[in-house]
């Protein structure tokens, strides 16, 4: 790996992206620590303190690197264009003119991409409308009126807007996958304050041979659970395909074969989002219904919290791990059965004078296409639930804060920078076979 950074720099185009990318980051820093005018910025961060569901928002104070808590410019970080584009995905299934549109090529996909700023410009501004009226009056405005107000909401869409645009030209100018390297950095931004909180429970004010001994272990967890996420996100089953022989002019084209390659992680993160957000919607709205905790409306409330699972002293709220394992599982189906569709695989091989060996082409292709699917996808989200819960289950064991840099969190970022590594050493070897044409 070092060594392909080391060839990156030495190219002199890749070396400018590279440089670019950093300087993108940087900007987004200085954004991170900006604060909304008009704002109190210890608002959220004293309000979360106080609330149960604490737990349920930390997740999306490190998706934006601290700045919703912060309350800066960026508190809305990339979260309305990750929420948009999973919301264009979706329709792009449902509403069959948009699934043309993709079925065009670069322009249709560009027609997307144009519609999924809209989309996030959009969201972001109700999102703004709503933190603006909504906790304004509360304590987070100065001073409660119509100006304040407009400054607060025009400041943090702007911000999510820039944030965006940031993205796409570290796409374009930079080393690619320019959302998910903003993710990516806020994630990672994040980190001295998880190791802070893992040093002030296990470590300081310990002798040194029990505190040694704690950041062994610590250091041996985190590793075995980035090796995890690291085979989970790149685990695969790969499904062979033969084609028949062609005649070409004068000449018959031997046989060729290939590969289907199926990922055991499917979905990536997807379905952890999108049941984290179910049961945290919830427990987030409850803490300003002011609910009676010890009635069943209380205890329902407590089984959805992730912060009362694992807790000895109330067993039956760790109820709530089945509720979400179950959903992971089946948003991990779900997604998947919308991006991938084997009966249009097996026609496209069909098509194509293709076989998988020892199988029909056509129905007995997909039925097999579909068994495999279903059993790794079992497989993939089951590994996905595990590595969510770590996190949750030292936080409930230990009764710590939540670290931010697990879970949710870490798969993220072992993913974005696997396909970063990929990028790069693609481009490097797109450039190396030009010079080699060129000689």
């Known amino acids: ?49 106080s609330f149960a569901a604490q737990d349920a928002v930390g997740w999306l104070n490190s998706m934006t690197g601290g700045s919703f808590e912060q309350m800066s410019v960026f508190a809305l970080s990339i979260t309305p264009y990750i929420t948009s584009s999973i919301i264009m995905e979706l329709l792009t299934i449902a509403i069959p003119a948009l699934e043309d549109l993709q079925k065009e090529g670069d322009e249709g996909r560009k027609k997307i991409a144009e519609y999924t700023r809209y989309v996030t410009v959009a969201l972001a501004l109700i999102e703004s409308t709503a933190m603006a009226v909504g906790f304004g009056g509360q304590g987070l405005l100065l001073e409660y009126n119509a100006i304040s107000v407009v400054i607060a909401i025009v400041s943090m869409t702007a911000g999510s807007a820039f944030l965006m645009w940031t993205g796409e030209c570290i796409t374009e ?96 993160v997807i379905p952890v989002i999108f049941a984290s957000s179910i049961m945290s919607l919830p427990v987030i709205i409850s803490q300003f219904l002011d609910i009676d905790m010890s009635s069943l409306a209380g205890a329902i409330i407590n089984v959805l919290n992730s912060g009362t699972w694992f807790n000895s002293s109330y067993p039956i709220y760790s109820i709530g791990v089945v509720i979400y394992a179950i959903l992971v599982i089946f948003f991990a189906y779900f997604y998947t059965s919308i991006t991938f569709n084997p009966n249009e695989v097996a026609n496209n091989i069909k098509k194509q004078g293709g076989f998988i060996p020892g199988l029909r082409p056509g129905k007995e292709t997909s039925t097999y296409l579909e068994h495999i699917l279903n059993y790794i996808i079992f497989i993939g989200a089951v590994g996905l639930t595990i590595v969510a819960l770590v996190p949750v ?32 050493k693609s481009q490097l070897v797109v450039r190396n076979y030009k010079g080699f044409l060129s000689e």
């Open 1 to 49: 790996m070092w060594n392909m950074f080391l060839n990156a720099f030495k190219v002199k185009e890749i070396r400018k992206k590279i440089l670019f990318t950093l300087f993108m980051l940087v900007v987004i820093r200085f954004g991170s620590d900006l604060p909304v005018p008009g704002v109190k910025t210890d608002f959220f961060k004293n309000l979360f303190d």
């Open 173 to 268: 100018k930079g080393v690619g996958n320019g959302i998910s390297v903003v993710l990516l950095f806020n994630i990672i931004s994040t980190i001295p304050s998880d190791f802070n909180v893992l040093y002030e429970k296990f470590i300081k004010g310990q002798r040194a041979a029990f505190g040694i001994t704690y950041a062994i272990i610590i250091v041996a967890v985190i590793l075995a659970i980035i090796a995890f996420s690291v085979l989970l996100q790149d685990a695969k089953r790969e499904i062979p395909v033969q084609y028949a022989s062609k005649v070409s002019g004068n000449s018959r084209v031997g046989a060729q074969g290939s590969i289907i390659p199926l990922k055991v992680n499917t979905a990536g």
């Open 393 to 424: 289950a030292v936080s409930g064991i230990f009764n710590i804060s939540r670290i931010s840099f697990a879970g949710t969190s870490l798969l993220i970022v072992v993913g974005v920078i696997l396909e970063t590594l990929e990028s790069i």
